[in-house]
C-alpha cells in the first residue's frame, strides 16, 4: 500500500463561537496534492507538541489572527491603534511548534499569520499596520471573493519558488495588513510586492521550508501555481 504523507494544519481559533475551526480550503488543497490533512489540537505543551510531531510528515502553519507584538519587541503602547485581534494561545504553541519542526527537518509551509510566525519565531520583526506604518498604492487587504487576484509579485529567479511556478511576476490574492519587516536570520526571500513587501521567504538550511504571505489555500482550486506549492509541500513530505 502506497504511503500518503500526514499533513498537519495549525487549528484556527474562533474566540465568539469559543471553537478550533479550519476553511476547508487548507484540507482540499493537502488532499488534491495527494496528502492527508489534520487539524492539529490547540497547546502549548512541549510533550505534546512533540508527540503531535513524531507523527507528521508535513506541517502547514497557517492564517489567523495578529501575533502578538511582545513577541518580537513592539508591544504597547502602539498594540492597540495598530493591531487586530491576537491570539495568544497560537503564538505560545508556534513558538513550540515551529523550532521543533525545523529540528526534525519536518517539511514546513506558512501561510499569511504562517509565514509571520515562522519570522518572528526565528528573530525577526513584523509591520503591525502596513496602512498606518508603510503606506502604498498596493492593495494587500482584499475583498472577496477570496480567490481572486489582488496584486502580483515578483518571484526572484534562483529561488525554489521560481523553480516551483515560475520567476517575474505572478498574480496573487492578498488578505493581510501586516506583513515581514526584519526578516529573520536563517530566511531568504523569494518574492515582493511592487512596494518592497516580502510576499515569500525560504530557509535553505531546511529539506523544505516555505512560507508565503498570500493565500493559496483560498486559489488553489483556479490556480495552477496555487496548487503547485502545496503539492511541493506533499511532495517533500513524502520523502519523510
Known amino acids: 500500500m502506497s504511503h500518503k504523507p500526514l499533513i498537519g494544519c495549525v487549528p484556527l481559533v474562533d474566540y465568539g463561537r469559543e471553537s478550533l475551526w479550519m476553511l476547508p480550503g487548507y484540507f482540499d488543497a493537502v488532499a488534491e496534492a495527494g496528502g492527508v490533512p489534520v487539524m492539529l489540537p490547540l497547546t502549548s505543551d512541549a510533550d505534546a507538541v ?16 495578529d501575533v502578538d507584538p511582545a513577541r518580537y519587541g513592539a508591544g504597547a503602547p502602539d498594540q492597540a491603534a495598530l493591531c487586530g485581534e491576537l491570539c495568544r494561545e497560537r503564538d505560545a504553541m508556534e513558538a513550540l511548534l515551529v523550532p521543533a519542526a525545523l529540528e526534525r527537518d519536518l517539511p514546513l509551509l506558512g501561510i499569511c499569520r504562517g509565514l509571520q510566525a515562522l519570522n518572528v519565531v526565528l528573530g525577526g520583526t513584523l509591520w503591525q499596520d502596513l496602512p498606518a506604518q508603510l503606506p502604498s498604492e498596493v492593495e494587500h487587504h482584499g ?38 519587516r526584519d526578516v529573520a536570520p536563517g530566511l531568504e526571500v523569494m518574492a515582493t510586492a511592487p512596494d518592497g513587501v516580502v510576499e515569500a521567504v525560504w530557509r535553505p538550511s531546511s529539506r523544505f521550508c516555505w512560507a508565503v504571505q498570500w493565500h493559496p489555500e483560498f486559489s488553489h482550486a483556479v490556480d495552477e501555481p496555487s496548487r503547485k506549492i502545496f503539492s511541493a509541500l506533499v511532495d517533500a513530505a513524502s520523502l519523510s
Not at 512533540?50 to 489572527?65: P, R
Not at 525554489?160 to 501586516?178: K, R, T, Y
Open 50 to 65: 512533540a508527540c503531535l510531531l513524531d507523527a507528521l510528515d508535513g506541517l502547514v502553519v497557517t492564517g489567523g489572527q
Open 143 to 180: 475583498k472577496a471573493p477570496y480567490e481572486n487576484p489582488v496584486h502580483e509579485v515578483d518571484v526572484l529567479p534562483g529561488t525554489p519558488l521560481s523553480a516551483c511556478v515560475g520567476a517575474g511576476a505572478l498574480p496573487v490574492n492578498s488578505f493581510h495588513h501586516q506583513a515581514l
